[in-house]
Nanobody
Framework: QVQLVESGGGLVQAGGSLRLSCAASGRTFSDYAMRWFRQAPGKEREFVARVSRSGGSTYYTDSVKGRFTISRDNAKNTVYLQMTSLKPEDTAVYYC???????????????WGQGTQVTVSS
């Protein structure tokens, strides 16, 4: 089981930026594709972004394309989510996820962090 700890959340005004980080431990980091999900109050957890094991391939949900960038540093066992042009509808708890599968999938699977709150004010 890989352990994940997110950080970097906070309160930001609409149009602002935040960078989330997720530090992994316990397993070989490069054995996992890394994903970010989010869950807004009263809503189901939804997929946000995925980065492949090597970091060479990324995939985003449509609502964040062009605004969010996922990346990873395998030497530091860390995955990042750079969020720009934030909107109030981006407000949610953001979760880091380690997915051992090779397929690109958006369903919930794998190991999870505890989440970090992102609040975007209008």
């Amino acid at each position: 089981q890989v352990q994940l700890v997110e950080s970097g959340g906070g309160l930001v005004q609409a149009g602002g930026s935040l960078r989330l980080s997720c530090a992994a431990s316990g397993r070989t980091f490069s054995d996992y594709a890394m994903r970010w999900f989010r869950q807004a109050p009263g809503k189901e957890r939804e997929f946000v972004a995925r980065v492949s094991r090597s970091g060479g391939s990324t995939y985003y949900t449509d609502s964040v394309k062009g605004r969010f960038t996922i990346s990873r540093d395998n030497a530091k066992n860390t995955v990042y989510l750079q969020m720009t042009s934030l909107k109030p509808e981006d407000t949610a708890v953001y979760y880091c996820n380690a997915d051992p599968r090779l397929i690109i999938a958006i369903n919930a699977y794998g190991s999870w962090g505890q989440g970090t709150q992102v609040t975007v004010s209008s």
